[in-house]
């Protein structure tokens, strides 16, 4: 076994390891909730595809709309492979309207993904311009003089004893 195994390999500015366990690992939970419990796959695709968007913003480095996009589109791509193999309830409707709803879902994942992403990256960006501000302020500001207070001793005699 390779000692040197990492969660998050990159090639080329992809974090393809990383999409596929997030991609996988929410596929796997969703055919739980399917089987285990009845809840329709139909039901939970967006709350996979969000949680997709926030696995793969918060750790990626380098092409991070790349590779949030392309984590939106496996994530729909497992859903509709997904929505194939179990059977769909008939609240569904028909075929025509699962397209529907995975295209939906698919138009919303990659603008929702679009704008997660820029509002991650404002926040970084504010952020590290109140650390350098707090940064520079530590530097120019003088430090205080610290008062050193003397205790004096008592000023009443000892008694003496008897």
Known sequence: MNKNFEWNRVWRGWHWQLILIVV???????????VWFHYSVTLSIPMAVLLTIYLVVSRTNVKRLANTLAAVVLTVLVNVL???????????????????????????GLIMGFVFLRMTMFSERKRAELDEKRTREKVTQKKPQVTVRHHRWKKKPKRKKK
């Open 24 to 34: 996988v690992g929410i596929g796997i939970i969703q055919a739980v909730a399917d």
């Open 82 to 108: 997904m929505q194939a193999l179990f059977p769909i309830p008939k609240a569904a409707g028909g075929v025509k309207q699962l397209a529907i709803s995975d295209a939906t879902m698919l138009f919303f």
